[in-house]
Every structure is written in structure tokens, then in C-alpha cells.
Nanobody, 120 residues
Framework: QVQLVESGGGLVQAGGSLRLSCAAS????????MGWYRQAPGKQRELVAM??????NYASTVKGRFTISRDDAKNMVYLQMNSLKPEDTAVYYC???????????????WGQGTQVTVSS
């Protein structure tokens, strides 16, 4: 019954900014990790940014331009994207690794994705 919903995607000119949001709802005990992935046409899904255990990691292509942040009290994760480039165009997916109960196992959940298009 856990559901993730992304928002904030859209069309933006090169050099512009977008802020993506992802909200998780349903029965959640603890979210252990939050991250963002993206998939461009004809390419495999790739990691963009991940937050786990107080640490973060980014794809080399977005370091210095993108920032991931989280609000654990609200079960939300954000991706601030600055200095956008046409090669950032992709469907962006929210991902969370969470436990629904104390005794339950950690499992991954995915949002449906939001389109980000950067024009040149």
C-alpha cells in the first residue's frame, strides 16, 4: 500500500533550474534510503543521486549542479537541479528503500516518473 508520487518536472531552457519532489504515502515504519534515477530514450536507467545513512552520492555528470535533500518527518525527498543541460533530458524516478513495520524486511519502492525536458 506504499505509493510514491513525483512532481516538479517540465520543460526548461538550458541553464535553468527545476526542483523535483517525491512524496511517499501509506504504511511506513522507516525510510532507510531515498534517491533519484533517470532514464533517457534508448538508454538504461542510471543513478542520479542517493541519500543513505547520512551520506550522499551523485553521478559524476551532475556533481556540483544537483542537490538531493530529504524530509524524513514527511517522508519526502527533493532534487534541486541547477544549470540544466540538454543531456539531462530524461524521465526521473523517485526511489525509496523502506520498512513498513519494525519486523518487516527492507524493500524498494518506485514512483511512476516525471518528465524533464531541457531545450537548447
Amino acid at each position: 500500500q506504499v505509493q510514491l508520487v513525483e512532481s516538479g518536472g517540465g520543460l526548461v531552457q538550458a541553464g535553468g533550474s527545476l526542483r523535483l519532489s517525491c512524496a511517499a504515502s501509506g504504511s511506513i515504519f522507516r525510510v532507510n534510503a531515498m534517491g533519484w534515477y533517470r532514464q533517457a530514450p534508448g538508454k538504461q536507467r542510471e543513478l542520479v543521486a542517493m541519500s543513505r545513512g547520512g551520506s550522499t552520492n551523485y553521478a559524476s555528470t551532475v556533481k556540483g549542479r544537483f542537490t538531493i535533500s530529504r524530509d524524513d518527518a514527511k517522508n519526502m525527498v527533493y532534487l534541486q537541479m541547477n544549470s540544466l543541460k540538454p543531456e539531462d533530458t530524461a524521465v526521473y524516478y523517485c526511489n525509496m528503500a523502506l520498512k513498513r513495520t519494525y519486523y518487516g524486511m527492507e524493500a524498494d519502492y518506485w514512483g511512476q516518473g516525471t518528465q524533464v525536458t531541457v531545450s537548447s
